[in-house]
């Protein structure tokens, strides 16, 4: 589920036409942390995940929901 989370974030960015490196930039990290991201990492600071979603011009509340979607499911495969 993790990865699901990663390529939801990856299609995101990829739909709206910007590089990894100018969607880290706009949220504030490191081209890494976001390559990361996209690997299936989920950020645990809330403050970053709405960057995130700033950056990729989602709401607050579908990122989040995401993030309860992809973190619930890899719990149960745990």
Do not use: N, Y
């Amino acid at each position: 589920m993790l990865q699901l989370f990663g390529g939801m974030i990856r299609s995101r960015r990829a739909a709206i036409g910007l590089p990894v490196e100018e969607t880290a930039a706009l949220a504030g990290m490191e081209s890494s942390e976001w390559a990361a991201v996209e690997a299936g990492h989920i950020p645990g600071d809330p403050a970053k995940l709405r960057a995130m979603a700033a950056a990729i011009e989602i709401g607050w509340e579908a990122m989040a929901t995401l993030v309860l979607i992809c973190e619930e499911g890899w719990e149960t495969e745990s």
